[in-house]
């Protein structure tokens, strides 16, 4: 019974002290996490030419992806190759690591891809989520258009039973 008793103090104990970490960490806030992005803001030199046409590209393909909304194959197009581009993220990441020095004025593609995935990634990921909005809306519109039409037709049917 002492066994007992002394495995449910040490699990209390246990407990508590992750009790008083998590409140510690939540009383902390933000502050760390906004200290580390403006960290890695002020590292990034946003003048390279590189960059500038990187967010470039991501800019002219979310208008692409916004001004074609309406046209869904195109969209699942866009969808995919945004996608492909996120898959092979890593591989371009090597690649620029190797040949930084020909485009960069300092090395931005640690092994992690850390770098490489907030700039080249996230956006790609962010504009496929919005394609893929923009998709499902349009599938709920085509599914209520057929499902009008069916209605209509199944009315037309009754009428010409009923005559």
Request: a negative charge; glycine letters at 12%.
């Given at each position: 019974m002492e066994?007992?008793?002394?495995a449910m103090n040490d699990h209390i104990?246990?407990?508590a002290d992750l009790l008083e970490k998590l409140s510690a960490e939540f009383r902390a806030g933000l502050q760390p996490a906004y200290d580390n992005f403006i960290g890695f803001f002020h590292a990034i030199d946003w003048k390279e030419p590189w960059?500038?046409?990187l967010m470039s590209f991501h800019v002219v393909l979310l208008l692409v992806v916004l001004i074609t909304r309406r046209n869904i194959n195109f969209q699942i197009c866009?969808?995919?190759m945004a996608l492909t581009g996120v898959y092979l993220a890593e591989n371009i990441n090597t690649l620029l690591a190797k040949n930084w020095r020909s485009f960069a004025g300092q090395n931005y593609f640690d092994p992690h891809g850390l770098f490489f995935s907030v700039l080249w990634?996230?956006?790609l990921i962010l504009i496929s989520i919005i394609n893929l909005v923009n998709s499902l809306i349009s599938l709920c519109y085509l599914i209520v258009r057929w499902k009008k039409a069916e209605l209509r037709h199944r009315a037309r049917i009754s009428r010409g039973k009923l005559d």
């Open positions: 066994d007992l008793y002394a104990d246990q407990m960059l500038i046409g866009m969808f995919l990634s996230g956006p």
